[in-house]
């Protein structure tokens, strides 16, 4: 039996967490979902994640703070951004960090789509 991927998704904002929950299980994903950066860090699902969509902007550690924290563990999990105030030096701290994609809220479901799609398949 294989493997159902896991997509977490960190996001302050509970009706986006839960959109973006919709979305990843209708395209037969796992979704897991955090309302925190430090709740994703503590989880046992943090291993297994196989792709990350995050708010940047959150109360606490920032989706960009948690991108760093992952890189300095070791664990380079590939990362959607979603964020409400798209500043061009912020995608750009993002993207050098290794993020696959850098939206702007309001986003397109046909957008996310065609990102995770990249992440899952590239070599």
Wanted: charged content about 25%; hydrophobic content about 40%.
């Amino acid at each position: 039996m294989k493997k159902i991927p896991i997509i977490s998704i960190v996001d302050d904002d509970k009706s986006g967490r839960i959109a973006l929950s919709s979305l990843v299980r209708s395209m037969g994903y796992a979704p897991f979902l955090f309302s925190c950066a430090e709740d994703f860090l503590a989880s046992a699902e943090r291993s297994d994640t196989e792709c990350l969509i995050s708010d940047v902007q959150m109360p606490g550690m920032s989706g960009l703070d948690l991108q760093s924290e992952l890189l300095l563990g070791g664990q380079n999990i590939p990362t959607i951004f979603i964020t409400a105030h798209p500043e061009e030096s912020i995608r750009r701290r993002a993207n050098a960090a290794g993020a696959v994609c850098f939206l702007s809220k309001p986003v397109d479901g046909q957008v996310i789509i065609d990102c995770i799609e990249r992440i899952f398949t590239r070599d």
